[in-house]
């Protein structure tokens, strides 16, 4: 079953370039006079990479943050971080328009969990590790404060500042040339390599964090390292996409219900296959026969939204 997913994901991948509003064909892809080569290497080319790598982010840190919090409905979403990022990013464009969108939403999502993380800390001081509860509860909290300002912000905007916020927070994987994507790429590839160099450390805060605690590990400080390493990763993925949601929730356990196997050795395939569904979704967003491409965060919730309705079913079930 596991090679049969990475034979239809390599396909997917293949395919992907040459579907959208305008079919394309190898032979005209492949002549370099032909308007189709610039669409398939400039457009959709272009377009894939930086989907694959901004699907592997959000899913991976989905991961994380799920080790970490011990919760498996957690998210960088479900926490506030996408709320942080697409209010900070409103605030850019509508009162600071020279400043660099990316750094507004980078900005947004360090504070988010900065306060997510002290506020926690603060209310369990006797704590080895954050407190799930807290935290949650702290996140839900901000997400409101967050709406609410966002409105607040919308209200003072003109027209075409208005457009600029909705056209970001429904999610675009709209790019012309590689730029975005080699960045992104970049990121990435640092974010899994410091993911991958604290697996053994990852691997006790699976067992418990007292035990790890109690082995020697500064469960504080690996924690911390690994909430700023994700939000910074999926905040700058927001700065170029937007706030796409429920791959980081429904990527995980997906792969963990195939695999079966510990969080610690889902790495690569939480990642890859991340990647993966983000660039599926897109392209059913560009084939659908609609006057403009539908908003890829549309249709990441559509997939994800029951899905996470059906984990609360699940997780209730349980309990």
């Known amino acids: 079953m596991k090679i049969a997913l990475y034979v239809i994901a390599f396909i997917i991948l293949a395919i992907s370039p040459f579907f959208g509003e305008i079919t394309l064909n190898l032979k005209d892809v492949l002549d370099s006079t032909n ?25 991976l840190g989905g991961l994380i943050f799920q080790i970490i919090f011990k919760n ?37 999502s360090i504070v988010t ?37 966002l409105m607040l912000v919308f209200y003072m905007s003109n027209l075409q500042e208005n457009y600029s916020i909705i056209r970001f927070t429904l999610g675009s994987l709209d790019t012309v040339g590689f730029s975005n994507g080699f ?7 640092i974010f899994y390599f410091i993911v991958y160099f604290n697996k053994e450390k990852i691997k006790l805060l699976l067992i418990c964090n007292d035990t790890a605690f109690l082995k020697g590990l ?26 796409i949601g429920f791959i980081g929730l429904v990527i995980p356990h997906i792969i963990k219900l195939i695999y079966k196997q ?16 983000l660039v599926f979704s897109d392209l059913i967003s560009r084939n659908l026969n609609t006057d403009s491409t539908l908003p890829i965060g549309v249709v990441t ?7 996470f309705v059906y984990l609360l079913i699940r997780r209730n079930k349980k309990v």
């Not at 690996?222 to 927001?238: F, R, T």
């Not at 510990?262 to 569904?277: E, M, N, R, T």
């Open 262 to 277: 510990s969080a610690d050795k889902l790495f690569f395939p939480v990642f890859f296959f991340g990647g993966i569904f």
């Open 113 to 149: 969990i900065l306060i997510l993380y002290f506020i926690s800390k603060r209310i369990n001081k006797n704590s080895v590790a954050v407190s799930t509860n807290s935290i949650l509860l702290i996140g839900i909290s901000l997400s409101y404060f967050y709406g609410s300002a």
């Open 72 to 108: 498996e409905l957690i998210t960088p979403y479900t926490l506030g971080i996408a709320s942080g990022t697409t209010l900070f990013t409103a605030i850019a464009i509508v009162f600071f328009p020279m400043l660099n969108i990316s750094i507004s939403s980078i900005f947004g």
């Open 218 to 243: 500064n469960v504080n400080k690996i924690s911390l390292l690994l909430l700023i390493v994700v939000s910074l990763s999926v905040g700058i993925s927001i700065s170029f996409v937007g706030p």
């Open 301 to 307: 919730a559509f997939i994800g939204a029951p899905f």
């Open 183 to 189: 960045i992104i790429m970049i990121v990435s590839a």
């Open 35 to 59: 308007s189709a080569n610039m669409v398939f290497w400039d457009l959709r080319v272009s377009r894939v990479l930086l989907a694959f790598f901004v699907g592997g982010i959000l899913s």
